[in-house]
């Protein structure tokens, strides 16, 4: 569901959005005997008669709320936004399985007499809240700036590591609309410069990462005529679990020649990614456990991106447009 209502002679604008859906996810797998033979007249049988099923459930909650607020002042014009959003997500999962099917056209765990029968069950739920903003200011189309932020938090990561403030800026200046710029329209129809320099914040790993957790299984062995539960010790987890952050740095140019039918647009950039979520690095044998995941990694990125581009139309009784682009990019990371 979404609503958006506007105030203030139509510069003030509310906007609101919830999303809720549940996904189920069935997967049944039927195994069934393979008959073959040897020598002639003597038929044998290999594998397992079974069935098993996979069940998971899925329900995902969203709420996105913000309102904004522009306005233009003579040559002045400015923009100011900001709202909130939240996610949650639980799943549940279910997986059963029995042996002795005992009709394979008629696949149904009612119609299973086997011993081995395994029933397990689990699932994880995760949430994220966060709060943004962005104001834009724009003088006569000459000066354009922005300025970005979020303030995000999500439970896949300890309470002291939970949240991050990400914030980001950029500019633009566009020379073509200066008083000192005499260069012909036709010849030279636009020139902007642009910068912007900010950073991203990457949560998207599974939950419990963070945590110790511990199974329960059954032991294959049988012991006073049961089998016995058994638990193993967990998995060693990171000193510290936190926002992977990827701060970008753009330098950018824009320009249009011939009416606006011949364009070039060129950016550099450079990335560094921080805190990245990855192995550990190698232990030895002795340490005795796999190596835990964490903020173990970082990552430097350069690169630039070009692109020309041509459009034109011809007028008449069959009008004909075209527009034919080339794009070329380089990167480097370590």
Same mark, same amino acid.
């Given at each position: 569901?979404?609503?958006?209502?506007?105030?203030?002679?139509?510069?003030?604008?509310?906007?609101?959005?919830?999303?809720?859906?549940?996904?189920?996810?069935?997967?049944?797998?039927?195994?069934?005997?393979?008959?073959?033979?040897?020598?002639?007249?003597?038929?044998?049988?290999?594998?397992?008669?079974?069935?098993?099923?996979?069940?998971?459930?899925?329900?995902?909650?969203?709420?996105?709320?913000?309102?904004?607020?522009?306005?233009?002042?003579?040559?002045?014009?400015?923009?100011?936004?900001?709202?909130?959003?939240?996610?949650?997500?639980?799943?549940?999962?279910? /997986?059963? #399985?029995?042996?002795?099917? !005992?009709? @394979?056209? %008629?696949?149904?765990?009612?119609? =299973?007499?086997?011993?081995?029968?395994?029933?397990?069950?689990?699932?994880?739920?995760?949430?994220?809240?966060?709060?943004?903003?962005?104001?834009?200011?724009?003088?006569?189309?000459?000066?354009?700036?922005?300025?970005?932020?979020?303030?995000?938090?999500?439970?896949?990561?300890?309470?002291?590591?939970?949240?991050?403030?990400?914030?980001?800026?950029?500019?633009?200046?566009?020379?073509?609309?200066?008083?000192?710029?005499?260069?012909?329209?036709?010849?030279?129809?636009?020139?902007?410069?642009?910068?912007?320099?900010?950073?991203?914040?990457?949560?998207?790993?599974?939950?419990?990462?963070?945590?110790?957790?511990?199974?329960?299984?059954?032991?294959?062995?049988?012991?006073?005529?049961?089998?016995?539960? /058994?638990? #193993?010790?967990?998995?060693? !987890?990171? @000193?510290? %679990?936190?926002?992977?952050?990827? =701060?970008?740095?753009?330098?950018?140019?824009?320009?249009?020649?011939?009416?606006?039918?011949?364009?070039?647009?060129?950016?550099?950039?450079?990335?560094?990614?921080?805190?990245?979520?990855?192995?550990?690095?190698?232990?030895?044998?002795?340490?005795?456990?796999?190596?835990?995941?964490?903020?173990?990694?970082?990552?430097?990125?350069?690169?630039?991106?070009?692109?020309?581009?041509?459009?034109?139309?011809?007028?008449?009784?069959?009008?004909?447009?075209?527009?034919?682009?080339?794009?070329?990019?380089?990167?480097?990371?370590?």
């Amino acid at each position: 569901s979404r609503f958006t209502a506007t105030f203030f002679k139509n510069k003030v604008h509310v906007n609101g959005d919830l999303t809720f859906w549940r996904l189920n996810d069935v997967e049944t797998r039927i195994y069934t005997p393979v008959p073959y033979s040897k020598k002639p007249g003597v038929m044998l049988e290999r594998g397992e008669s079974k069935i098993n099923e996979n069940d998971e459930k899925t329900n995902y909650l969203a709420a996105n709320f913000y309102a904004d607020y522009e306005n233009t002042v003579g040559k002045h014009y400015f923009k100011v936004m900001a709202g909130y959003n939240y996610e949650n997500s639980l799943l549940k999962s279910r /997986y059963v #399985q029995r042996d002795g099917l !005992i009709n @394979n056209k %008629l696949p149904d765990f009612s119609l =299973t007499n086997g011993l081995n029968f395994t029933l397990r069950g689990g699932g994880n739920e995760w949430r994220t809240l966060g709060g943004f903003f962005r104001v834009n200011y724009n003088f006569d189309e000459r000066y354009l700036f922005e300025v970005n932020g979020r303030y995000d938090g999500t439970s896949k990561f300890p309470q002291s590591q939970q949240w991050g403030f990400f914030p980001s800026a950029s500019a633009g200046w566009r020379v073509s609309r200066e008083k000192f710029w005499h260069i012909p329209y036709k010849a030279v129809s636009d020139l902007k410069l642009r910068a912007s320099y900010g950073t991203l914040g990457n949560g998207n790993i599974s939950p419990y990462k963070f945590l110790e957790t511990m199974s329960v299984s059954q032991l294959p062995l049988v012991i006073n005529g049961i089998r016995p539960d /058994y638990t #193993q010790q967990p998995n060693v !987890i990171p @000193n510290g %679990l936190t926002w992977e952050k990827a =701060t970008t740095l753009n330098l950018g140019i824009d320009l249009a020649l011939l009416e606006n039918r011949l364009t070039f647009t060129g950016d550099w950039y450079t990335r560094k990614t921080k805190d990245m979520f990855t192995d550990g690095l190698p232990l030895p044998s002795v340490f005795g456990a796999t190596e835990p995941k964490g903020n173990y990694a970082d990552l430097d990125t350069k690169g630039w991106e070009l692109s020309v581009g041509y459009r034109n139309k011809t007028n008449g009784a069959k009008p004909f447009s075209y527009d034919v682009r080339f794009v070329r990019s380089d990167n480097k990371s370590v």
